[in-house]
């Protein structure tokens, strides 16, 4: 089974930072994308940043100069560094992943989300 952790979130003043962890785990043969969504209230989830296997990284027009996406593969780990946050990027952030599992049957691919971490930006 494949769970992915998320952590990081909470609450920043406009103009500061934080970092974002999602770890995932299990029966984890490929990692062919994995990245952050978004949803505020009241909006639909939107793309945030995330790698993509064979493509590369791409980042939300929102936050191109602000936010970095980083991953350690060793860990299966990608990271949110978020900085000059505005309150514009508060929202629900969730990790999503697309990978390839190994299970009885073979390899499968699936896609997966975490739980999602809150992040508000307010003074």
């Known amino acids: 089974q494949v769970q992915l952790v998320e952590s990081g979130g909470g609450l920043v003043q406009p103009g500061g930072s934080l970092r974002l962890s999602c770890a995932a785990s299990?029966?984890?043969?490929?990692?062919?994308?994995m990245g952050w969504y978004r949803q505020a209230p009241g909006k639909q989830r939107e793309l945030v940043a995330a790698f993509r296997s064979g493509v590369g990284t791409n980042y939300a027009d929102s936050v191109k100069g602000r936010f970095t996406i980083s991953r350690d593969n060793a860990k299966n780990t990608v990271y949110l560094q978020m900085n000059s946050l505005k309150p514009e990027d508060t929202a629900v952030y969730y990790c999503?992943?697309?990978?390839?599992?190994?299970?009885?049957?073979?390899?499968?691919?699936?896609?997966?989300w975490g739980q999602g971490t809150q992040v508000t930006v307010s003074s």
């Open positions: 999503n992943a697309a990978l390839t599992i190994s299970t009885m049957k073979g390899l499968q691919h699936g896609d997966y």
């Open positions: 299990g029966s984890i043969f490929g990692i062919n994308a």
